[in-house]
């Protein structure tokens, strides 16, 4: 894992962008096509306005996918991570994608695991973008999470942090409204990503940080699982990293 810490939510969303885009530029290059992963949430918000307006892509031979979404949630609502992908990345790009393989939860949620399990695995991942929870989840893998599960998607329960995070980012009024379970990317799958850019900002996420980029790998920080991931870059600002016992 590569720490990289800027000045500014600005300086980190421009610096993760500009390393994401010249990965896909690269698999663009070796292989005429790629395929990535993009997250949400306000970690995500600097970064995508920069990634969507990196030249030089040719965004009509990309796939993408997303990591997770509330099991009922419909586009229509302000919290529904489709509307939040259409809306901040897909209508942005210059040129229709490839395809987007949304995550429709409105459906059977095992069915649609199955559906978007046999579709990913068409499409090994070159890049993926994700950020960390406040209680460390990747995707909604929150603690413990499932390190042994080969399945690309799954079903997940939502812990009490998890669902209080996102209360407190604004996208549902109260923690009754915020849905229990959740389609998500399993770790695994987000592990065989050939690389991963981490944007984790503010310093309600620096407790988080530390155990992901300094504790022991363990499934009650599912993050920290991206320490033994051999392309990873964690994009910090000073808020952020500011718990971190190194110099980076």
């Not at 068409?122 to 413990?144: C, M, R, S, T």
């Not at 329960?157 to 229990?180: H, I, K, Y």
């Not at 987000?190 to 790998?217: F, H, L």
Request: hydrophobic share 40%; aromatic share 6%; with cysteine.
């Amino acid at each position: 894992m590569k720490i990289i810490i800027s000045d500014s939510k600005q300086e980190l969303g421009r610096q993760a962008a500009q390393a994401g885009a010249e990965l896909i530029r690269q698999a663009l290059r070796e292989n005429g096509e790629a395929n990535i992963v993009v997250a949400t949430g306000a970690s995500q918000f600097e970064m995508l306005g920069e990634l969507v307006a990196a030249p030089d892509i040719d965004w009509s031979q990309i796939t993408a996918f997303h990591l997770d979404e509330y099991v009922g949630m419909p586009i229509s609502h302000g919290a529904s991570f489709r509307r939040y992908l259409k809306e901040r990345f897909v209508d942005q790009l210059s040129q229709p994608l490839r395809a987007f393989n949304y995550i429709n939860a409105e459906t059977d949620a095992p069915a649609e695991c199955e559906r978007l399990s046999h579709l990913i695995m068409q499409h090994p991942i070159d890049v993926a973008f994700i950020g960390i929870g406040e209680n460390g989840h990747l995707a909604f893998n929150d603690p413990p999470a499932d390190f042994e599960t080969e399945k690309p998607y799954i079903v997940v329960n939502l812990d009490e942090a998890c669902r209080r995070q996102q209360v407190g980012e604004g996208w549902f009024p109260s923690m009754d409204d915020v849905p229990t379970q959740a389609i998500s990317m399993s770790i695994r799958q987000i592990m065989k990503s050939q690389s991963i850019i981490c944007s984790v900002p503010d310093e309600r996420k620096a407790e988080a940080v530390k155990g992901a980029a300094e504790g022991p790998v363990s499934e009650d920080l599912p993050a920290s699982i991206l320490q033994q991931h051999p392309a990873t870059k964690l994009y910090l600002d000073r808020e952020s990293a500011s718990l971190l016992s190194q110099s980076y």
